[in-house]
């Protein structure tokens, strides 16, 4: 099973709301991605998360705040967004963050939450 | 930092037929991994074949198949017996020895035609 889900799969806010982005995976992977991505562009790295701690932040700015409470599920807290954050948010997860095996790498993807902002 | 490119930003396929997809890259690391993903108008992002750096043997999974030239830095995805379901954007993706840093290219747009 290479399942990993996201919840909403819609979500509409304004740029004063606050709302959560989820991620969840029960594959016992270790490691947890978030990436944005555009229309017809790819997928951009926002955070990577290795063994529930952040390792990687690719400069996103801190209205987009990450949390890994445990080792399944990995939520994105939204906070006065701009118009350019919409996007589709795609979450990700490895078994490991890196190792020597390319399918202890291979990262699985969910199906994206595709956010608007008003 | 690794780059990656795909040349191609839409092809075309006849049903049944071959189709080759093109990819390059840019490293500096020896061992590293490469994957295909395919992202159909559902847009969950779906893994179609993954190749390790040190394995010279080119990987295959069904109708899928790659051409690995690591001194070329080449990447090649061929798709066989082309399916309306394979309709779908491609984007290939290079994984650093760490294996915490997944790059993509820009996508290729495949349309499989009846």
């Known amino acids: 099973d290479t399942e990993v889900t996201q919840t909403p799969k819609h979500l509409v806010m304004g740029m004063t709301n606050k709302k959560s982005l989820k991620c969840e995976q029960h594959?016992?992977?270790?490691?947890m991605y978030w990436y944005k991505q555009k229309a017809k562009k790819p997928p951009e790295l926002m955070f990577v998360?290795?063994?529930?701690?952040?390792?990687i932040n690719e400069s996103v700015p801190s209205r987009f705040s990450p949390e890994c409470p445990n080792s399944s599920l990995l939520n994105l807290h939204l906070h006065a967004l701009q118009p350019e954050d919409s996007a589709l948010y795609l979450c990700?997860?490895?078994?490991?963050?890196?190792?020597?095996?390319?399918?202890?790498?291979?990262?699985?993807f969910g199906p994206g939450t595709r956010l608007t902002v008003l | 930092a690794q780059t990656v490119t795909q040349s191609q930003p839409e092809m075309s396929v006849q049903e049944a037929e071959t189709v080759t997809l093109s990819c390059t890259y840019d490293?500096?690391?020896?061992?590293?991994?490469l994957f295909w993903y395919k992202q159909p108008p559902s847009r969950q992002m779906i893994l179609v074949i993954r190749?390790?750096?040190?394995?010279?043997q080119n990987a295959t999974e069904n109708r899928f198949s790659v051409n690995f030239q690591k001194a070329a830095k080449s990447f090649s995805l061929k798709i066989s017996d082309s399916q309306l379901g394979d309709t779908a954007m491609y984007f290939c993706?290079?994984?650093?020895?760490?294996?915490?840093?997944?790059?993509f290219g820009g996508g290729t747009r495949l349309m499989v035609k009846p």
């Open positions: 990700a997860s490895s078994r490991t963050p890196g190792g020597t095996s390319g399918d202890t790498d291979t990262q699985y």
């Open positions: 594959m016992g992977h270790r490691a």
């Open positions: 998360y290795s063994y529930e701690k952040l390792s």
């Open positions: 490293t500096s690391e020896n061992n590293y991994y």
């Open positions: 190749q390790e750096a040190y394995k010279q």
């Open positions: 993706a290079f994984l650093n020895n760490a294996g915490n840093m997944l790059t």
